[in-house]
């Protein structure tokens, strides 16, 4: 069987950044596997503007952004393989892969990155009620179709979801020419970005409906209508609420999925993020093999996918060269009240470095709360949050030093403050 | 006439008040009076989209406007954008409307196609 030191399953953002951060460390023998045409991921079709702002000082497109990572790719010559599919990673780190040059090949490798994105929940998903007409797509697929392809997915658009995307896609087919009739979401509030909400809707004047969802789908073989309705607290359509949109398509922006499939066949443990369980280096409970970027947890800047993804390319590189040190006691990260998720999953202390670094989801919008931090029922750290937003990842450190025991559970969750 | 905005320059998003002087309230700290002033008295956008290119590995190239432009002048600007058509090779920074509109802003790729 072929062998590689380090193999590196997706080249988007988070698969080059890890490479990068492996070479840097010392590691020659990488590949990187990717199943598109192009390196770059999902950066090569969000042509709007808002990456880099951290990491390169600078506001830029998502292709100028992968533009950047690419460039470092080349420069150091890491080799990478494009239209190759990766179909399966087993425990003891065989990849399989196939494209059309070699056909099935597996391969051996010392560590593995996983940086294989997220996918966008579908309508299959959510079973709305009613005909399954054309016209309905994802936002993912209809900024594809439109910013690569050239195509316009319809003439008169409602949009199902609030996420950033939905928003961006809303803003990008109005200027194509196509009338957007409205936003709806079920929350009672916007799962987008301020900044998106006003640029993207109010510029535009294009309604939102929160609290309301799409009740019916109509259509014969083209969509012909959708019927949206208000929902109660249990987010059950109420009825006599109904509003009509005569439509030819439906776009959703219902929200991203790690694409964790491949690690999950594999045996690694899950996560709450529904990626992997990982540790402060980002890897897995194979020893091993890594997880950064999209497929770990969904993020919503670049900036941050590509400074995980050098910590788990550095880690990669460690584990290669024997120094990356393991102890056997673990502390255990769990999400509290008021949190979605938390990575990482565990710590390991004898490896961890002085400052630990929690990345984290609230679940729903809140004002004047403390996110506190409790170590085997201690508090140990608590810090105040005038606004904090499910739509924007939190990110916090903590000095080791601040955990006394190198085994138990830091809890973290969210108090409201007192009046 | 007042005007009410909303506030994007962080994740509070005060709800802001700008009167036809230009003064600010409902701002929790000065970033937003900056916006507010700015959003009524000139506001602009950096416009992004895709151009049609031929020679190319795909059917399109992203673009944006190289600074932000008026707002009022999107849409004229994105005629002008639906309109063009370019050849590979295309670089990054490669001027493919110059001067958009009179707007003193150059439109430039955002993207490397190479010419197949
Ligand atoms: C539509 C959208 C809009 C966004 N807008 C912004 C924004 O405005 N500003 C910002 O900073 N961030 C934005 N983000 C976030 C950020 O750009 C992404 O989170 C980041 O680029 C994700 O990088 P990634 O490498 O984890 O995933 P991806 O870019 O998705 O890369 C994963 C790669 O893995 C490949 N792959 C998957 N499975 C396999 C397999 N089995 N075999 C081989 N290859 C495989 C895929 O083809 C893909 O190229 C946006 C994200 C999305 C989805
Ligand atoms: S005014 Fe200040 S606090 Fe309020 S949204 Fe703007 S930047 Fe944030």
Same mark, same amino acid.
């Given at each position: 069987m $072929?062998? @590689?030191d380090?193999?590196?399953?997706?080249?988007?953002?988070?698969?080059?950044?890890a490479a990068?951060?492996a /070479?840097d460390?010392?590691i020659?023998?990488?590949?990187?596997l990717?199943?598109?045409e192009?390196?770059?991921?999902?950066l090569?079709q969000?042509i709007?503007?808002?990456?880099?702002?951290t990491l390169? $000082?600078?506001?830029?497109t998502?292709?100028e952004f &992968?533009?950047r990572?690419?460039?470092?790719?080349?420069e150091?010559?890491?080799?990478y393989?494009?239209?190759t599919?990766v179909?399966n990673?087993?425990?003891? $780190?065989?990849?399989? /892969?196939?494209?059309?040059?070699?056909g099935?090949v597996e391969?051996?490798? #010392?560590?593995?990155?996983?940086?294989?994105g997220?996918?966008?929940?579908?309508?299959?998903a959510?079973?709305?009620p009613?005909?399954r007409?054309?016209?309905?797509?994802? &936002?993912?697929?209809?900024?594809?179709?439109?910013?690569? /392809?050239?195509?316009?997915?319809g $003439?008169?658009?409602?949009?199902?979801?609030?996420g950033?995307i939905?928003?961006i896609?809303?803003?990008?087919?109005?200027?194509?020419g196509?009338?957007?009739?409205g936003v709806?979401?079920i929350?009672?509030?916007s799962n987008g970005?301020n900044r998106n909400?006003?640029q993207?809707?109010y510029? =535009?004047?294009i309604?939102?409906y929160?609290s309301h969802t799409?009740s @019916?789908i109509?259509?014969k073989?083209?969509?012909?209508k959708v019927?949206?309705s @208000?929902?109660?607290?249990?987010?059950?359509?109420?009825?006599g609420?109904?509003?009509?949109?005569?439509?030819?398509? !439906?776009?959703?922006?219902?929200?991203l999925v790690p694409?964790?499939d491949?690690l999950?066949?594999?045996g690694?443990? @899950?996560?709450?993020?529904?990626g992997?369980?990982?540790?402060?280096?980002f890897e897995?409970?194979i020893?091993?093999?890594f997880?950064?970027g999209?497929?770990?947890?969904?993020?919503?800047l670049?900036?941050?996918?590509?400074m995980?993804a050098?910590?788990?390319g550095?880690? &990669?590189?460690? /584990?290669?060269?024997g120094?990356?040190k393991?102890?056997?006691?673990?502390?255990?990260v769990?999400?509290?009240?008021g949190i979605?998720?938390?990575?990482?999953g565990?710590i390991? !202390?004898?490896?961890?470095?002085?400052?630990?670094?929690? #990345?984290?989801r609230?679940?729903k919008p809140s004002?004047n709360? =403390?996110?506190?931090?409790?170590f085997?029922?201690?508090?140990?750290k608590?810090v105040?949050?005038p606004?904090?937003?499910?739509?924007?990842m939190?990110?916090?450190?903590?000095? #080791?030093s601040l955990?006394?025991?190198d085994?138990?559970?830091?809890?973290?969750?969210?108090?409201?403050k007192?009046? | 006439?007042?005007?009410?905005?909303?506030?994007i320059?962080?994740?509070?998003?005060?709800?802001?008040k700008?009167?036809?002087?230009?003064?600010v309230t *409902?701002?929790f %700290?000065?970033? *937003?009076?900056?916006? *507010?002033?700015?959003?009524?008295s000139?506001?602009?956008?950096?416009?992004?989209s895709?151009?049609?290119?031929?020679?190319?590995?795909?059917?399109? %190239?992203?673009?944006?406007?190289k600074?932000?432009?008026?707002?009022g002048?999107?849409f004229d600007?994105?005629?002008?954008i639906?309109?063009?058509?370019?050849?590979?090779?295309?670089?990054?920074?490669?001027?493919?409307?110059?001067d958009v %509109?009179?707007?003193?802003?150059?439109?430039v790729?955002?993207?490397n196609?190479?010419?197949?």
């Amino acid at each position: 069987m $072929k062998t @590689k030191d380090l193999v590196i399953i997706g080249g988007g953002s988070a698969g080059m950044a890890a490479a990068v951060a492996a /070479y840097d460390k010392g590691i020659r023998d990488i590949l990187i596997l990717e199943r598109n045409e192009f390196l770059g991921g999902i950066l090569n079709q969000c042509i709007h503007n808002g990456f880099g702002l951290t990491l390169f $000082k600078e506001e830029l497109t998502g292709p100028e952004f &992968a533009s950047r990572l690419i460039e470092q790719i080349k420069e150091r010559k890491i080799e990478y393989k494009l239209h190759t599919y990766v179909t399966n990673i087993s425990h003891d $780190k065989v990849v399989t /892969y196939s494209n059309a040059k070699e056909g099935v090949v597996e391969l051996q490798a #010392k560590a593995i990155v996983m940086a294989a994105g997220c996918y966008e929940r579908n309508a299959g998903a959510i079973g709305i009620p009613g005909d399954r007409p054309a016209g309905i797509l994802t &936002a993912g697929q209809a900024q594809l179709f439109l910013n690569e /392809y050239g195509y316009l997915v319809g $003439k008169r658009v409602f949009i199902l979801g609030s996420g950033d995307i939905g928003l961006i896609m809303a803003r990008r087919l109005t200027l194509e020419g196509a009338k957007v009739l409205g936003v709806a979401e079920i929350c009672a509030w916007s799962n987008g970005l301020n900044r998106n909400m006003v640029q993207c809707l109010y510029d =535009y004047n294009i309604p939102l409906y929160l609290s309301h969802t799409v009740s @019916k789908i109509v259509g014969k073989s083209r969509l012909e209508k959708v019927i949206i309705s @208000k929902v109660d607290e249990r987010m059950q359509p109420i009825p006599g609420t109904e509003m009509e949109f005569d439509c030819d398509t !439906l776009v959703l922006s219902i929200g991203l999925v790690p694409n964790n499939d491949l690690l999950n066949n594999a045996g690694a443990a @899950k996560g709450r993020s529904r990626g992997a369980l990982v540790n402060e280096n980002f890897e897995t409970t194979i020893d091993g093999i890594f997880s950064c970027g999209n497929v770990l947890h969904v993020h919503d800047l670049v900036d941050n996918v590509a400074m995980e993804a050098t910590v788990a390319g550095r880690s &990669a590189a460690d /584990y290669i060269l024997g120094n990356l040190k393991r102890g056997d006691k673990k502390i255990a990260v769990q999400a509290g009240d008021g949190i979605g998720y938390v990575v990482p999953g565990e710590i390991d !202390l004898s490896s961890a470095s002085e400052a630990l670094e929690f #990345k984290f989801r609230v679940r729903k919008p809140s004002k004047n709360v =403390y996110i506190v931090y409790k170590f085997n029922g201690e508090v140990v750290k608590k810090v105040f949050k005038p606004v904090i937003i499910p739509s924007e990842m939190e990110i916090q450190k903590m000095p #080791k030093s601040l955990l006394k025991n190198d085994q138990g559970t830091i809890e973290v969750s969210l108090v409201q403050k007192e009046e | 006439m007042e005007r009410e905005l909303i506030c994007i320059c962080c994740p509070r998003g005060c709800h802001l008040k700008v009167d036809e002087n230009l003064n600010v309230t *409902g701002n929790f %700290c000065p970033r *937003g009076a900056a916006y *507010g002033k700015q959003e009524v008295s000139n506001p602009t956008r950096v416009v992004t989209s895709s151009v049609r290119i031929s020679h190319a590995e795909l059917a399109m %190239c992203p673009v944006k406007t190289k600074d932000p432009i008026p707002k009022g002048k999107i849409f004229d600007v994105m005629q002008s954008i639906i309109n063009t058509h370019i050849e590979a090779p295309v670089h990054i920074g490669d001027v493919v409307i110059a001067d958009v %509109c009179g707007t003193g802003v150059d439109v430039v790729a955002t993207r490397n196609m190479e010419k197949i």
